[in-house]
Nanobody
């Protein structure tokens, strides 16, 4: 059973940067796509980014494209969401999730396809 733990959430000023980490325990991470999702207070969960098993393919929501990057280190069983030029509208609880996949298959940003979820880490962007 794969378990995911996020960290790195914090209070940051607009324009600042944060690095979120997702650490997995359990089976090898090679055959899982990793997705990052977020949920702001009173709003529905939305997709942020995903990266496939061999880190060749990634996708980003339009709202974060050009500001966020996603990476992974399968040997260390970690995934990272680097968030730059943060805006108040980025304020949310951020979740990492894993989708059972293959090493090469492209990732998708559909929450319902993800099998395992972390508990979330809170990001607040405010001056």
């Amino acid at each position: 059973q794969l378990q995911l733990v996020e960290s790195g959430g914090s209070l940051v000023q607009p324009g600042g940067s944060l690095t979120l980490s997702c650490v997995a325990s359990g089976p090898t991470l090679d055959y899982y796509a990793i997705g990052w999702f977020r949920q702001a207070p009173g709003q529905e969960r939305e997709e942020v980014a995903c990266i496939n098993g061999n880190a060749v393919h990634s996708l980003f929501a339009n709202s974060v494209k050009g500001r966020f990057t996603i990476s992974r280190d399968n040997a260390k069983k970690t995934a990272t969401l680097q968030m730059n030029s943060l805006k108040p509208e980025d304020t949310a609880v951020y979740y990492c999730a894993a989708e059972t996949s293959t090493h090469q298959a492209p990732c998708v940003m559909r929450a319902r396809t993800y099998d395992f979820w972390g508990q979330g880490t809170e990001v607040t962007v405010s001056s």
